[in-house]
């Protein structure tokens, strides 16, 4: 069946795989062009990304840097003109009524300016929710300083009050001054912004948020099988970290429990944690940043996988490819996916704020082989129950493109 669609423009803050969204933003323009799809990438980094001039990408980029590497990120962080105006110059050369824009994150380059640009087209955007950011001011619902979740409706007067900021409360100000205009720009009762939550279990937060229930679709994760036997996680013994290395993801309290437990730990990725995470566990190896070449490697030697997020964790594609392998997964009660890892004999869920009960997980997961092996198992066997099959993944985004095109078509 023939497209409704003829372009999808992806936007992005950065055109290299630093973390999740922009691991999947470059996943789904692989495959949209292997299917033959027109695709335009816009991003706030320098574009510098062989791979999508190999693909023949078109590639528009702003030059832009990260919040914490620019000299403006202060400022342009809340409103970044160049970024606004560089989308509006794109669109005016290929706009039409059969053009797709896809918002994976903007939320360290971009910034809020670009929804302003995209709202005259909003019944053609659709904004995948990665994390928080379009609802909270902290990307997150969770209250830092007291390691809580967050029941506040955002940008209410007891949000305002809460200091939630995982380092100052100047900073909070800074971050509810970027959602409030964020919030000017991406009028859900005003225009149909299409968002696509990356699990069911994110509704309740967005709706609170705003976004209105009916322009929220779920379209889970793929997972990619990086190896295709089960690993026999039973036989290993050291366990597996793999993902940014910032406060926030809590490999620091991991590396704790790992050394009060006596257990080896490898730790892939990078981040301004890392020195916290190595004073932590000195006996910790640690690999930077993986090809998947190297991650399925690491796959082999492993035991078991941990997430142990200080804070609300939509999703967990690192966990979701391990448990693809084979490798049970232990989560914080913050992975709004443990519950679901849980109920499938997959893995557990961890208060990775208790010491000794962290530590006494990791502990008997070590020393019972057969309950490793049944999580293995089940882990090799209904993963996709989890994250989906990255044809499913691929298959679910152009139907909603379609869709798109087809109601907008209609009106």
């Known amino acids: 069946m023939r497209n409704s669609f003829k372009r999808v423009v992806t936007i992005n803050d950065t055109t290299i795989a630093r973390g999740g969204a922009a691991q999947l933003a470059l996943q789904?323009?692989?495959?949209?062009?292997?299917?033959?799809?027109?695709?335009?990438?816009f991003a706030g980094d320098n574009g510098e990304n062989d791979e999508l001039k190999a693909l023949g990408v078109d590639v528009a980029a702003i030059g832009g840097k990260p919040l914490l590497k620019s000299r403006r990120g202060f400022i342009d962080g809340v409103w970044n003109h160049d970024a606004a105006a560089s989308l509006k110059e794109l669109m005016a050369d290929i706009d039409g009524p059969d053009v797709v824009y896809h918002v994976h994150s903007w939320s360290q380059i971009l910034s809020p300016s670009i929804f302003s640009v995209l709202a005259p087209v909003a019944e053609r955007v659709v904004m995948t929710a990665h994390d928080f950011f379009i609802t909270c001011p902290n990307g997150n619902f969770f209250i830092y300083p007291k390691s809580t979740q967050c029941d506040l409706t955002p940008m209410s007067a007891r949000c305002v009050a809460t200091h939630c900021d995982k380092r100052r409360y100047s900073h909070k100000l800074w971050r509810l001054a970027r959602q409030a205009m964020l919030n000017r720009a991406v009028n859900f009762e005003d225009a149909p912004f299409s968002v696509l939550a990356i699990q069911a279990g994110m509704i309740p937060f967005l709706t609170r948020g705003g976004v209105p229930a009916a322009q929220i679709s779920v379209v889970t994760n793929p997972a990619m099988r990086f190896v295709h036997e089960r690993v026999a996680a039973e036989k290993n013994s050291e366990i597996l970290y793999v993902g940014r290395l910032e406060h926030e993801k809590g490999a620091d309290i991991l590396a704790a429990a790992a050394r009060a437990a006596g257990v080896r730990l490898r730790v892939i990725g990078a981040g301004d944690d890392e020195q916290t995470i190595r004073r932590a566990n000195p006996d910790a190896e640690f690999q930077g940043w993986a090809t998947q070449a190297e991650i399925a490697a690491?796959?082999?030697?492993?035991?078991?996988?941990?997430?142990?997020?200080?804070?609300?964790?939509?999703?967990?594609?690192?966990?979701?490819?391990?448990?693809?392998?084979?490798?049970?997964?232990?989560?914080?009660?913050?992975?709004?996916?443990?519950?679901?890892?849980?109920?499938?004999?997959?893995?557990?869920?961890?208060?990775?704020?208790?010491?000794?009960?962290?530590?006494?997980?990791?502990?008997?997961?070590?020393?019972?082989?057969?309950?490793?092996?049944?999580?293995?198992?089940?882990?090799?066997?209904?993963?996709?129950k989890i994250a989906q099959t990255e044809t499913g993944w691929v298959d679910a985004h152009i139907d909603h493109y379609n869709g798109l095109i087809n109601a907008a078509a209609s009106q």
């Not at 323009?29 to 335009?40: D, K």
């Not at 804070?311 to 448990?323: D, H, Q």
């Open 28 to 41: 789904l323009t692989r495959n949209l062009v292997a299917r033959g799809e027109n695709v335009t990438f």
């Open 298 to 384: 690491a796959f082999q030697k492993a035991r078991f996988f941990v997430m142990p997020s200080r804070c609300t964790e939509p999703f967990g594609l690192a966990a979701a490819e391990a448990l693809r392998a084979g490798l049970p997964v232990l989560t914080s009660k913050f992975c709004l996916i443990g519950a679901d890892i849980k109920r499938e004999g997959m893995g557990d869920v961890c208060d990775v704020f208790d010491e000794e009960a962290f530590r006494s997980a990791i502990s008997n997961w070590m020393s019972d082989d057969k309950k490793v092996k049944s999580m293995s198992i089940a882990a090799f066997e209904r993963a996709t």
